[in-house]
């Protein structure tokens, strides 16, 4: 017999798929699937740029830092909002008056196509990495819920995913994720209430916890928060599940309003989620640190408990359709149609489109497979996405950097923070201690740095 939690979750998801599938009706060309028309307002525009923030990360992901570290895990809800905020007042209103589908077609105008290229396949991993920890994160509340493995509920979860992303591209994605967000903060804002009146307060948790690291806004280590602030403020300007709706917005005003309204979505997510993480380290100290927010929720009573959980499933929509079709959406306009089939008709661009779409999605179940503390690896595409952000601003504010540089940067970055992240899963730390996000900050900054000064100077001899 199927529990009350799950017929709530299953009811909701049905409701959601409903509206999606009638979105999809709005989409009758690869403009219209990929950027919802450029007709999207304020509203359906910020959650939509707020979907890529307030997934599965933020809610059962930094419910399980906040049974790590503690209150610092808020951190990242907290960064990814600054750096929202920073995006809508420096290229929000670039990325729509070029007209552009991508971010990395939008750099392609300072660095030349090649490295538009390289970036749109670094981002299309990058994508693929942050949408297999929410199957991750919708996996661990399945497994929670049904008592099913861990790989039945990956799959199982990634191809229900997957299916409700290909439903209606971005006007599916803007409609649901104003569902989402509501029933998200109904959902966390009660669990957190329930929870806190039933334990004692906060008061529980200074006496049942160490003050380092719970209590700590550092208690994850000064130098990793330092690298998470970075790596999400730095990040947040070329998030292209966030960007994209942006490229949709109906005006360049808009596309500033949204991006600003979205980061007020995202900072108490993070908050919530940490502390019920930490009210799950009292109650439940034995259980895996990745269903601490699901195993809390189940102990509240059924009504609520599904109430709540509806409301984390939400919030794993809000983000994986998003990034699943960002990603679906680079390689179709980035590889596809800017170099192997310039000619190629809008009715082509939009099945091709789907098709890497879909192939993306199961990229993403497979890597979700060996996805470990769901933090760190958000944390590392958030490396790769900061490089491609840092070389950004460079073209943009800095007229000397060479597109021959920019590559090299790239493909210098992006084997540093794979090797540091390989010698981690081998040492069971980074090597000397250094977050992957200096090393991709330094390299990235030098290399263009070398190669400008190189330029200007070759042009002062002229």
């Given at each position: ?5 799950l ?8 409701i ?26 304020v ?18 992901g ?11 895990a ?39 196509v ?24 919708g996996?661990a ?181 998003p ?140």
């Amino acid at each position: 017999m199927l529990s009350t939690q799950l017929l709530v979750i299953l009811a909701y998801f049905t409701i959601v798929t409903l509206v999606g599938l009638l979105a999809s009706r709005l989409a009758s060309s690869s403009e219209d699937f990929l950027l919802a028309g450029r007709k999207m307002g304020v509203f359906i525009c910020s959650a939509a740029i707020a979907g890529e923030w307030i997934g599965g990360t933020s809610t059962i992901g930094t419910a399980e830092g906040g049974f790590l570290y503690g209150i610092s895990a808020a951190w990242f809800a907290v960064a990814n909002a600054l750096g929202t905020v920073i995006l809508a007042f420096t290229l929000a209103r670039l990325y729509r008056r070029t007209g552009s589908f991508t971010v990395t077609g939008f750099m392609e105008q300072y660095f030349g196509v090649r490295c538009r290229i390289v970036s749109s396949v670094i981002l299309t991993f990058v994508m693929i990495v942050v949408a297999s920890v929410q199957i991750v994160a919708g996996a661990a509340l399945m497994q929670t819920l049904t008592g099913i493995n861990m790989l039945a509920a990956v799959w199982i979860t990634g191809v229900v995913f997957l299916i409700y992303t290909l439903s209606g591209g971005l006007w599916a994605i803007g409609y649901t994720n104003v569902l989402h967000v509501t029933v998200m903060y109904v959902g966390l804002i009660l669990g957190l209430v329930m929870i806190s009146s039933r334990m004692g307060g906060t008061q529980t948790l200074s006496l049942n916890l160490p003050a380092h690291p719970y209590m700590s806004l550092a208690g994850a280590g000064m130098s990793n928060v330092i690298a998470w602030i970075t790596a999400s403020v730095f990040a947040a300007l070329v998030a292209q599940a966030a960007v994209q709706p942006i490229m949709g917005a109906r005006d360049e005003n808009v596309a500033q309003k949204s991006a600003l309204l979205a980061a007020f979505y995202i900072t108490p997510v993070g908050i919530i989620a940490a502390l019920l993480g930490m009210y799950a380290r009292v109650a439940y100290p034995e259980i895996a640190s990745r269903t601490a927010l699901p195993v809390l929720m189940m102990s509240l009573p059924p009504w609520a408990g599904g109430v709540v959980l509806a409301g984390v499933l939400a919030a794993i929509l809000s983000t994986v359709a998003p990034c699943i079709l960002a990603a679906g959406t680079l390689l179709s306009k980035d590889v596809y149609q800017r170099l192997i089939c310039p000619t190629a008709t809008d009715d082509k661009v939009r099945a091709v489109s789907r098709w890497f779409t879909f192939a993306c999605g199961i990229l993403a179940i497979v890597w979700g497979l060996y996805c470990k503390v769901i933090l760190d690896q958000v944390y590392f595409a958030y490396t790769l996405r900061a490089s491609i952000a840092i070389l950004l601003l460079f073209g943009v504010y800095w007229k000397n950097t060479r597109p021959k540089s920019a590559v090299l940067a790239l493909a210098l970055t992006t084997v540093l923070a794979l090797g540091w992240e390989v010698a981690k899963n081998l040492l069971g730390r980074y090597p000397y201690g250094i977050h992957p996000m200096y090393v991709a900050l330094v390299t990235t900054c030098v290399v263009v740095t070398a190669g400008g000064l190189v330029r200007g100077h070759a042009r002062g001899e002229r």
